[in-house]
């Protein structure tokens, strides 16, 4: 029974709801004392869609023991099969319902009860808002959402909590200082929407990688597309605010084909369709090669996709080869990049660096995953601009080199050696959610991303005079990493030690 309600819960789109079961409840009993099968003494059913009684009886799922139906979202997909659900349950002798859901869920019985008869059955309505659902066998806890699963941000408390630290005011009002010293600048293009900033699991502070580049009022590119970069651009920009970013996107870029970097793909491309509706035009998408495979397993076996995108693969566009076909230039510059190269980096099979080249000059290199790469540093040559991933903190040096990526300081060492202008570092391991550790003193051109960050080309030269105050901000973590680091460093001597003498008495 557990596992049966957990499975149908599992495969529901966009949960809003939050079911726990407590330990060691069994919500079964024996028939009888010799026999080994059993009956069930609850269910519970989660959103109610359309066919959903033809549905029971067709796979012989009984209804009787059904006494809660928890509605996640007024909308027919989850709530066209309550009226003849309620039919089959009367039918059966339930003697009482209780729907659970959002306000406004009451009015689809009260207003249609006319429509059909029962007879000596009880139904109530739950407004989800009210309180946990708490009954022997399970708690149901409501969270809302906003547009499709995105929870709401509400930073208010959080201001008021550091407008009360006097030590944060006197950092932030060192930063306006050091802000009012820069030259002023009105730039906006190329401006680098940061979506994901997190690496491979995402947490409540950082999603995986997603990171918006808007190149002109009328172009964008999407460099990554881990799951959910869809909600969180609309956590970002609300609702409308994303379909206008969908219908300006114009090219998605795919560094590498590890899940976090492109599992939100197919979200936004059908996303981005409903968004241009009849003005609706392929995307351009570079990506690896072996993509292919996948979009056309999605498209031939789950939803038409095809007509979503065109593809090139990021191979087509490497330095060490001769120029890409006149084809590929012309969707180039109709995406609004005046250029676009790769090349081979140090992380996996086919995972890719990119340098682009705005129509307007300014040029923004991003790593995708990788260790330092000779390669990247070519391509990347005095550019404006490079974002690059900084997985690890630079005490976690070999777990870097295991697994293929960077470190922080070793990241600002590529922009250094590459004659980047500017350094935005991201993907983090969310063990440093909360404030990834930068060197000391820290480069006064290198910055931390953050999600939902929003910079403007002409601002990129504020990021890092943020460092100081993000640090008070987040003190208490910073001080854990610090503790960390410490204790670490500790244990290593301490074997090192232990070696040695070892070495010394064989
Ligand atoms: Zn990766």
């Known amino acids: 029974m557990l596992q049966h309600v957990l499975q149908a819960f599992r495969r529901l789109p966009g949960h809003r709801l939050l079911a726990t079961m407590p330990k060691n409840v069994d919500l079964t009993e024996r028939r009888d004392a010799r026999s080994a099968k059993t009956k069930k003494l609850k269910s519970y059913l989660f959103n109610c869609g359309e066919g959903t009684q033809r549905l029971s009886h067709e796979r012989k799922t009984r209804l009787a023991r059904l006494e809660n139906v928890f509605v996640t979202c007024?909308?027919?997909?989850?709530?066209?099969?309550?009226?003849?659900?309620?039919?089959?349950?009367?039918?059966?002798?339930?003697?009482?319902?209780?729907?659970?859901?959002?306000?406004g869920l009451s009015s689809l019985y009260d207003d249609t009860r006319s429509f059909i008869q029962l007879r000596g059955m009880n139904v109530q309505h739950r407004s989800d808002t009210d309180?946990?659902?708490?009954?022997v066998g399970l708690k149901v806890r409501a969270v809302p959402?906003?547009?499709e699963g995105v929870l709401p941000v509400t930073p208010e408390v959080y201001r008021a909590e550091l407008a009360a630290d006097e030590t944060f005011v006197a950092r932030l009002d060192e930063y306006r200082r050091a802000r009012s010293t820069l030259p002023p600048s009105d730039d906006v293009y190329p401006q680098t929407v940061f979506l994901g900033t997190g690496s491979s699991i995402p947490n409540k502070k950082r999603n995986t990688s997603?990171?918006?580049v808007n190149l002109s009022?009328?172009?964008?590119?999407?460099?990554?597309?881990?799951?959910?970069?869809?909600?969180?651009?609309?956590?970002?920009?609300?609702?409308?605010g994303a379909a206008e970013t969908l219908r300006r996107l114009s090219a998605i870029y795919i560094s590498h084909l590890h899940a976090d970097h492109h599992i939100g793909l197919i979200s936004i491309l059908e996303a981005r369709r409903r968004a241009l509706g009849a003005d609706h035009k392929p995307c351009l998408l570079m990506a690896p090669a072996p993509i292919t495979n996948y979009l056309n397993m999605y498209h031939s076996k789950m939803a038409p996709l095809r007509d979503t995108f065109t593809l090139v693969h990021n191979a087509a566009l490497l330095t060490s080869r001769s120029p890409p076909p006149d084809w590929i230039t012309r969707r180039l510059t109709e995406a609004g990049l005046a250029q676009m190269t790769t090349c081979l980096v140090r992380h996996c099979p086919l995972a890719y660096g990119m340098r682009l080249a705005h129509t307007e000059g300014q040029e923004v290199v991003y790593s995708g995953d990788t260790r330092p790469c000779d390669e990247l540093v070519e391509l990347g040559r005095g550019c404006d601009l490079l974002i690059h991933e900084a997985t690890h903190e630079d005490e976690l040096q070999e777990e870097a080199v295991l697994r293929a990526h960077s470190t922080v300081s070793e990241a600002i060492e590529v922009g250094v050696r590459m004659g980047a202008r500017h350094v935005l570092l991201t993907h983090f391991s969310q063990r440093y959610a909360s404030l990834p550790m930068l060197p000391e003193p820290a480069p006064n051109n290198v910055g931390i991303a953050y999600d939902n960050m929003v910079i403007n080309h002409g601002h990129l030269p504020r990021v890092p005079l943020l460092y100081p105050a993000l640090r008070r901000a987040f003190a208490e973590s910073y001080d854990q990493c610090v503790e960390r680091t410490a204790k670490r460093r500790d244990r290593k001597l301490r074997e090192a030690e232990v070696l040695a003498e070892a070495e010394r008495t064989a």
């Open 74 to 103: 007024n909308s027919w997909r989850n709530v066209g099969g309550v009226l003849g659900a309620l039919l089959t349950l009367n039918d059966i002798g339930v003697p009482a319902l209780t729907l659970h859901g959002p306000p």
């Open 131 to 135: 309180s946990d659902f708490v009954d």
């Open 210 to 212: 997603g990171i918006l």
């Open 145 to 147: 959402l906003y547009g």
């Open 217 to 240: 009022e009328k172009h964008s590119i999407l460099l990554d597309c881990g799951e959910g970069t869809h909600g969180q651009l609309v956590r970002l920009q609300g609702s409308e």
